[in-house]
């Protein structure tokens, strides 16, 4: 793993693998063009370097003589999640007038696709660069710390972050949700949420479940993965009758999303199941569509668009800093979380 210290002060160069590997910029440069004559020795020791070095082609070079590409880039997991949406605009509003323009690129909820749009990103040389969420693949990651940009990690709080972070724990936002259930007098509290690890703030979110219910000796276990994150609505209300077909005495359940919880709310309406008389619905993410619904949805409040007005303002800080030849220390920035109760609980 590379170490704070061993940060480049700027992007590794063309002449920087040459040096390194003993050839020139020139061998270096053939080596990166597949259709190039070669010895297969010389770019396999090219390429070893390549990666090691974290070195990404600029695409750029020669374009932009003042070594500034005027634009930042931001990468989402989903377009048409509208927390997503919010930070977005958060963000755009938060450069505006800086001279520079925000470009957006979506990952669909796959650290493998988030992988290669940071290095066509990065091809690019964006001024700044802000991730959603904190796990990515070892090889994104070296490329991330090796790019000598300003980086900020948001909607999540990485143990190890790559430098600065604004979010909040994803964990402890649904513990405190199970808390709620359970202040409200529920006992057999269930969890929904997806079938694999895409979403690692939905996992999150499950592991939060599962230290609250432990914390607060309920039955454990109660828990339905169900389909590919992000879950529909669709499949929150299939997942809501799988929870009670396997545990009938299920009194409340905690879902990973407003979209799956209004799902189960549906099937709640379509079975003549009362809410919560039946069984009782919290979510995460307070969406228009958890404040519109009948009964209106009990969830996990964020401030989307202040995540990314504050990850903007504090990349913008950043880039000025590196403008300046000044350095910044790395920022971690809290965001708050608040449950709001409606009558779903």
């Given at each position: 793993?590379?170490?704070?210290?061993?940060?480049?002060?700027?992007?590794?160069?063309?002449?920087?693998?040459?040096?390194?590997?003993?050839?020139?910029?020139?061998?270096?440069?053939?080596?990166?063009?597949?259709?190039?004559?070669?010895?297969?020795?010389?770019?396999?020791?090219?390429?070893?370097?390549?990666?090691?070095?974290?070195?990404?082609?600029?695409?750029?070079?020669?374009?932009?003589?003042?070594?500034?590409?005027?634009?930042?880039?931001?990468?989402?997991?989903?377009?048409?999640?509208?927390?997503?949406?919010?930070?977005?605009?958060?963000?755009?509003?938060?450069?505006?007038?800086?001279?520079?323009?925000?470009?957006?690129?979506?990952?669909?909820?796959?650290?493998?696709?988030?992988?290669?749009?940071?290095?066509?990103?990065?091809?690019?040389?964006?001024?700044?660069?802000?991730?959603?969420?904190?796990?990515?693949?070892?090889?994104?990651?070296?490329?991330?710390?090796?790019?000598g940009i300003p980086i900020v990690e948001t909607w999540d709080l990485p143990p190890d972050p790559i430098e600065h972070v604004v979010g909040f724990s994803n964990a402890d936002s649904m513990a405190a949700l199970?808390?709620?259930?359970?202040?409200?007098?529920?006992?057999?509290?269930?969890?929904?949420?997806?079938?694999?690890?895409?979403?690692?703030?939905?996992?999150?979110?499950?592991?939060?479940?599962?230290?609250?219910?432990?914390?607060?000796?309920?039955?454990?276990?109660?828990?339905?993965?169900?389909?590919?994150?992000?879950?529909?609505?669709?499949?929150?209300?299939?997942?809501?009758?799988?929870?009670?077909?396997?545990?009938?005495?299920?009194?409340?359940?905690?879902?990973?999303?407003?979209?799956?919880?209004?799902?189960?709310?549906?099937?709640?309406?379509?079975?003549?199941?009362?809410?919560?008389?039946?069984?009782?619905?919290?979510?995460?993410?307070?969406?228009?569509?958890?404040?519109?619904?009948?009964?209106?949805?009990?969830?996990?409040?964020?401030?989307?668009?202040?995540?990314?007005?504050?990850?903007?303002?504090?990349?913008?800080?950043?880039?000025?800093?590196?403008r300046e030849k000044r350095t910044v220390s790395a920022e971690v920035m809290m965001m708050t979380f608040t449950v709001v109760q409606r009558e779903t609980s």
């Amino acid at each position: 793993m590379i170490e704070e210290a061993d940060r480049p002060r700027h992007p590794p160069t063309m002449a920087d693998v040459a040096s390194r590997v003993g050839v020139s910029a020139m061998t270096v440069s053939r080596a990166l063009r597949k259709d190039s004559v070669i010895s297969a020795k010389t770019r396999q020791r090219i390429m070893a370097t390549v990666e090691e070095l974290g070195y990404v082609l600029d695409q750029t070079a020669g374009t932009f003589p003042s070594k500034r590409s005027g634009f930042v880039a931001a990468l989402v997991p989903s377009l048409n999640n509208s927390n997503f949406a919010d930070t977005a605009r958060g963000i755009t509003e938060a450069i505006d007038g800086s001279g520079l323009q925000l470009l957006l690129g979506y990952s669909n909820y796959s650290v493998e696709k988030e992988e290669g749009l940071i290095e066509s990103m990065l091809m690019r040389r964006p001024e700044g660069l802000i991730l959603t969420g904190g796990r990515h693949t070892e090889r994104a990651r070296r490329r991330l710390v090796q790019a000598g940009i300003p980086i900020v990690e948001t909607w999540d709080l990485p143990p190890d972050p790559i430098e600065h972070v604004v979010g909040f724990s994803n964990a402890d936002s649904m513990a405190a949700l199970v808390h709620h259930m359970h202040d409200r007098g529920y006992r057999r509290i269930g969890f929904i949420g997806g079938s694999s690890n895409r979403d690692t703030r939905g996992t999150d979110r499950r592991v939060g479940y599962a230290q609250a219910v432990e914390a607060l000796g309920l039955s454990r276990g109660r828990v339905i993965s169900f389909g590919q994150p992000p879950i529909s609505m669709e499949q929150g209300g299939e997942a809501l009758v799988q929870l009670l077909t396997r545990w009938p005495d299920t009194d409340a359940a905690v879902c990973v999303s407003d979209l799956s919880a209004f799902g189960a709310l549906m099937e709640c309406t379509r079975r003549g199941w009362a809410v919560p008389g039946r069984i009782a619905l919290g979510g995460f993410g307070d969406f228009e569509v958890a404040r519109a619904s009948c009964p209106r949805l009990t969830t996990v409040a964020v401030d989307a668009y202040g995540i990314g007005r504050n990850a903007g303002e504090l990349l913008l800080r950043a880039i000025t800093a590196r403008r300046e030849k000044r350095t910044v220390s790395a920022e971690v920035m809290m965001m708050t979380f608040t449950v709001v109760q409606r009558e779903t609980s």
